[in-house]
């Protein structure tokens, strides 16, 4: 029993140190080239949690891997509005959303890697929806719709697809080259 509970002791502590994760101030540290370093230091360790402080309280804002953002990043502005991040190796990735002050969702849009790439909503402040569009590798594409505050449709506009190709008279490949049909 004493040998079974001594190994947990071991594991459980060493675990516990090795993933254990420093914290700093967001205002201690600097972003230099998409890289958050330590003001007058070369890089930070390579797990760590931000936080900020507001009215005396400690506000966990994310963590960073390797002085990148990485994972859930939340920041709510002076004006009371909440922004939620999602990110991967220092970009955003997946769903963000800035809410009003009222919890109302006022907008949300999906990344990939960075990049605009799924669906892009937007609401008004009393939960009306005000746009609804859709992106593909940063470009809107697809049926776009635009209501008014009350709910009244007042648009539609289509974008269309992009293609991408070989450039006509130009004998060098090119990737990002529109051909419109």
Known sequence: MINRLSIFSVLFLSLTGLYSQKEYNIISLEKIEGIYKIHGKEKLPKHVKVYKIEKNKKRYLGKLLDGKKSGPWIEVYHDLRILVENYTDGKL????SLFYKNGQKEWRYNYAKG???GTYNRWYENGQKAIDGYFEGGQPIGIWAWWDETGKFLKKQKYPQKK???TKNHNQYTDKIDIYN
């Open 93 to 96: 990735d997946g769903p963000i």
């Open 115 to 117: 990049i605009l790439n």
């Open 164 to 166: 991408y190709g070989i």
